[in-house]
Structures are given as structure tokens and as C-alpha cells.
């Protein structure tokens, strides 16, 4: 089966500083490869997806960053504000592409 | 309306019983998707549709789980016979076309079976 995972559930980082928010990935068909924002009691929230033969994509504050040597995406948020506070999904489309599979998600803490 | 819109927002049920939640997609999406989360786990696939393609129903966890899509907009899940362990917020998302990588979710229902 899909297996993605997150090396660190939790991430506090202080308002203003760079937070990097890392996962692993296994399955090297998939086509594209996605971060999710979902703070609480919502729907998860799309941020920035970056497609297999990429290996850097830049978004508003955000850069995600794709290394198919070792299947790692990492997701890297400048000067972190505090509604950056939420859990980050990294997602991958599979074999298909026709659906997502999700990782467990790291939360993201900004303390003042 | 706007967003992905999902009813009802919380759902209270006795174990036994059988429960249909309600998902309207976006208008114009062809891709709606369904999706489990559990406290403090990741999103686990349950089935998606596109157009009027066969669903891809390959993550349903038992029968006793099932979905349609009306008219290929609204769509239901049902669950029959729920048991404890079906607890959890089930989101749904849409999306315009397959393979789109930006799906859009609404804010879930969150079941508890008692």
C-alpha cells in the first residue's frame, strides 16, 4: 500500500523565524506531490504542490522541495506569522493520480 | 454556494444504527472525494468519483460502508450498522477534473457512534 509519513509530529518555532516541516514518501510513481494547511475544526487547505520531475517550487512565503534520491519533501515557511499555527499534511497522488494519500501531519506551533 | 459544503456538521448516533452524510461539491468539479480522520491521524481515502465513471471505492474499510453520487453533484455516504469504531470526521473534497492536485474540502462531519 501508499506509505507516507512525517519524521516529527510536533514543531515549534518562534514568530518571525523559518520553520521547515519535513516528510518521507515510498512510492516513486507518484506525479505530483502536495502540502496541506488544516487548523483546527476545519478542512485541510491546500498550500503548494510540486510535480515529480521538479525539485524546487516557490509559493507566497512557502518553497517545497523534493529530493527522489532519498524520497524526502520538505515544506519551508518564511518568517512564520502565528496563523501559521496548524497541522501540515504532505500528500502524494499515487500510481493513478486519481486520489490522495496522506501522511499523519506535523503540528506547527508559532509562539509569540 | 462558495465552498464544499457538508451536513450535518456533528452527528451523534447509537451503535446499531445507520447514518447518511451529505456532501455538495463545488459546482463545475467533476472529482469529489471522501475521506476519513480519526483524532490526531491523517486522512485515510474512502472512495472518489469522477464524472460518470465507475467509483474507485477501493478504500472502503467494509460493505457496511457505502456512497453514490447523484446527477454528479451531491453526494451521500452511508454507513450501516455502525460500530464504536467508526467515529471519526469524515470530509469530503472536490475537485475540477482528475488528477487536479488542489482539492478543496469542506469542514467535515464529525461522527460519534455511542
Known amino acids: 500500500g501508499e506509505s507516507v509519513g512525517l519524521h516529527l509530529p510536533t514543531l515549534s518555532v518562534q514568530e518571525g523565524d523559518n520553520s521547515i516541516i519535513n516528510c518521507a514518501y515510498s512510492?516513486?510513481?507518484?506525479?505530483?506531490f502536495i502540502w496541506y494547511k488544516q487548523e483546527s475544526g476545519k478542512g485541510p487547505q491546500f498550500i503548494i504542490d510540486i510535480r515529480s520531475n521538479m525539485d524546487k517550487r516557490q509559493g507566497q512565503r512557502v518553497t517545497v522541495l523534493l529530493n527522489k534520491t532519498v524520497k524526502h519533501l520538505s515544506l519551508q515557511i518564511a518568517a512564520t506569522q502565528p496563523g501559521d499555527s496548524a497541522v501540515y499534511f504532505c500528500a502524494e497522488n499515487g500510481n493513478t493520480g486519481n486520489q490522495f494519500y496522506f501522511g499523519t501531519g506535523t503540528s506547527l506551533t508559532v509562539i509569540p | 454556494g462558495a465552498g464544499v459544503s457538508q451536513s450535518p456538521s456533528n452527528k451523534v448516533t447509537e451503535k446499531g444504527k445507520d447514518v447518511e452524510l451529505r456532501c455538495d461539491p463545488i459546482?463545475?468539479?467533476?472529482?469529489l472525494y471522501w475521506y476519513r480522520q480519526s483524532l490526531g491521524q491523517g486522512l485515510e481515502f474512502l472512495i472518489y468519483?469522477?464524472?460518470?465513471?465507475?467509483?474507485?471505492k477501493s478504500g472502503l474499510p467494509s460493505d457496511r460502508f457505502s456512497a453514490e453520487r447523484t446527477g454528479g453533484s451531491v453526494s451521500t455516504l452511508t454507513i450501516q450498522r455502525t460500530q464504536q469504531e467508526d467515529s471519526a470526521v469524515y470530509l469530503c473534497?472536490?475537485?475540477?477534473?482528475?488528477?487536479?492536485?488542489?482539492?478543496?474540502f469542506g469542514q467535515g462531519t464529525r461522527l460519534t457512534v455511542v
Open positions: 459546482s463545475g468539479h467533476t472529482a
Open positions: 512510492n516513486s510513481a507518484s506525479d505530483y
Open positions: 473534497a472536490s475537485s475540477l477534473s482528475t488528477g487536479d492536485t488542489e482539492a478543496f
Open positions: 468519483f469522477q464524472g460518470n465513471s465507475a467509483p474507485d
